[in-house]
C-alpha cells in the first residue's frame, strides 16, 4: 500500500489544521494507522493512532484533547484533525500503516509499522 499524507501548513498558536493520509493500492479497511512527528533534531514520535475492525483511537499525552483521528474507509483516508496548535507541535507529520494485528490494536513504536508517507510539514507560529 502506498500512503501519501497531507494537509500541512503554516498556522498560528490556537489555529487549526487537518491532516489527510490517503492510501492507494490496496483496501486501507484491514490497517492500522498511525500519525508520528519529527521534529528538527528530535526523534520521531508517536502521536495518534486508530485501529481497523473495532476504531479505537490513541493519543500521545501532548495531543490528547486537541488532536482528533478518524478514518473513513470508503475514501481509504485517515484523518488527523488538529486544534489549539501550538508552536512545540511544530513538525513533520507521517502517517504509517500496518496490517496483520488484531481488531482494536495498535502501536506507539514506528519500527513496527511496515508502510510510510512521505511526511507533510507543519508549521506553528507562535
Known amino acids: 500500500v502506498q500512503l501519501q499524507a497531507s494537509g500541512g501548513g503554516l498556522v498560528q498558536a490556537g489555529g487549526s489544521l487537518r491532516l489527510s493520509c490517503a492510501a492507494s493500492?490496496?483496501?486501507?479497511?484491514?490497517?492500522?494507522v498511525g500519525w508520528f512527528r519529527q521534529a528538527l533534531g528530535k526523534e520521531r514520535e508517536f502521536v495518534s493512532a486508530i485501529s481497523w475492525g473495532v476504531e479505537r483511537s490513541y493519543y500521545a499525552n501532548s495531543v490528547k484533547g486537541r488532536f482528533t483521528i478518524s478514518r473513513d474507509n470508503a475514501k481509504n483516508t485517515v484523518y488527523l484533525q488538529m486544534n489549539s496548535l501550538k508552536a512545540n507541535d511544530t513538525a513533520v507529520y507521517h502517517c504509517?500503516?500496518?496490517?496483520?494485528w488484531g481488531r482494536g490494536s495498535y502501536s506507539a513504536r514506528p519500527y513496527e509499522y511496515d508502510y510510510w508517507g512521505q511526511g507533510t510539514q507543519v508549521t506553528v507560529s507562535s
Open positions: 504509517a500503516a500496518k496490517e496483520g
Open positions: 493500492g490496496r483496501t486501507f479497511s484491514n490497517y492500522a
